[in-house]
């Protein structure tokens, strides 16, 4: 990985939305190409209408396979088939999901095959593609193998995970649970650690409801349910602390305190994340075998073929996915052969614990000196 560019994967989202102009925009810049090796799942008939519409010139490399991708190249497969149809810029449709859905399905599929290192997923619209709850959730369905993901938005001062995420208002206090919050705080701290390599992460949990349910007047969650979880997460060693109420929290910059915020639902979050980041933010799917990122935003079908759209957010999904590959490699790389323990032996107050030394060290250790 050191001698070869890390190769990231690009899908091309909503094809009416402002995937193809962030992707144009962000690698106008050759100084990404000393980063990565791009490779986009798309369309080249889609792609032109963008770049002619937006008056970019930009030049793709076509692409038959991941494995032709050449460095310092915007690379790129055709995903969908030459009846591929016209772009119509703001407009959400059956056919811009589909696209969106044809070229997710070709990237994942290519992963399992070992044909690039990162994902980096342009916004879709969920409402064009049928049962899609989102990217987190359907890849997760691909690769989790029994894995769950945790989704997380990462900006410059703030690392905000959800316990819950993508339900209606109504299904949320009955999906709180302390189960939910535990195994979330768990892997929360796992990413922060093993992801964005915190050693030792403070937490702050947020409460459900408003100024933490004064004493159960507005609610019993926070009694009932969020601070046994805090205490149960304290006793397996991890920093959680609170429950702290939103506005609060946010408005007094008490986040500044800590390296991780978990959050009980998905406006609340997500609301004071857009307010306190303005020109970038980046959504990181965690606890997965394949690391995925994507720009914060949706596919701004407001804005889309007016040539508004900023490459910051895609450009600082690029930069984490390559520095989260690289830290979780760097963590796991001493924990792959840990010392097998032989056996513990425990004598007065002290437990000593021996490990089995390598046949090669018993032999030269068991040998007779020779004359």
């Not at 925009?25 to 980063?35: I, N, Q, R, V």
């Not at 991708?69 to 995903?79: K, P, S, T, V």
């Not at 992801?195 to 609610?219: F, T």
């Not at 109420?245 to 910059?253: I, L, M, V």
Request: aromatic share 8%; charged share 25%; glycine share 8%.
């Amino acid at each position: 990985m050191n001698d070869i560019k890390m190769r990231i994967a690009i899908t091309h989202g909503d094809t009416n939305g402002t995937g193809y102009e962030t992707i144009m925009k962000a690698f106008d810049d050759p100084t990404m190409y000393e980063l990565c090796t791009p490779i986009i799942y798309g369309s080249t008939k889609i792609a032109e209408q963008h770049a002619n519409a937006l008056g970019i010139n930009a030049k793709f490399n076509v692409i038959n396979d991941a494995s032709e991708a050449q460095q310092n190249r915007l690379n790129i497969i055709n995903c969908l088939s030459d009846e591929a149809g016209t772009v119509e810029f703001g407009l959400a449709t059956p056919e811009s999901g589909k696209n969106a859905l044809q070229a997710l399905n070709k990237a994942l599929e290519d992963y399992k095959a070992g044909k690039y290192d990162v994902l980096v997923t342009s916004p879709v619209n969920r409402s064009t593609i049928s049962s899609f709850n989102g990217h987190a959730d359907f890849i997760e369905s691909k690769l989790g193998n029994g894995s769950k993901g945790l989704s997380i938005l990462l900006g410059e001062d703030l690392r905000i995970a959800f316990v819950t995420n993508n339900l209606a208002i109504k299904d949320i206090p009955e999906s709180i649970t302390k189960q939910k919050i535990v195994e979330k705080g768990k892997q929360f701290h796992k990413a922060l650690k093993r992801d964005l390599r915190i050693s030792n992460p403070r937490i702050a949990v947020l409460s459900l409801n408003p100024r933490c349910g004064e004493d159960g007047a507005l609610g019993d969650e926070e009694q009932e349910i969020i601070n046994p979880a805090i205490e149960e997460l304290e006793s397996n060693g991890i920093q959680a602390f609170g429950p702290y109420a939103a506005d609060n929290f946010f408005g007094e910059g008490k986040y500044y305190h800590f390296d991780g915020i978990l959050a009980m639902y998905h406006d609340q979050g997500m609301s004071p994340f857009k307010t306190l980041n303005t020109s970038w933010g980046v959504r990181f799917t965690s606890g997965l075998p394949l690391v995925r990122t994507a720009p914060y935003n949706g596919p701004q079908l407001d804005i889309a073929g007016s040539n508004q759209v900023l490459p910051d957010s895609l450009r600082h999904a690029i930069y984490f996915a390559s520095d989260i590959l690289r830290n979780r490699t760097n963590y796991d790389e001493p924990l792959a052969n840990p010392l097998p323990k032989l056996y513990h032996e425990k004598r007065d107050d002290s437990e000593k614990v021996r490990f089995r030394s390598s046949d090669s060290r018993q032999q030269s250790t068991l040998k007779e000196p020779k004359d």
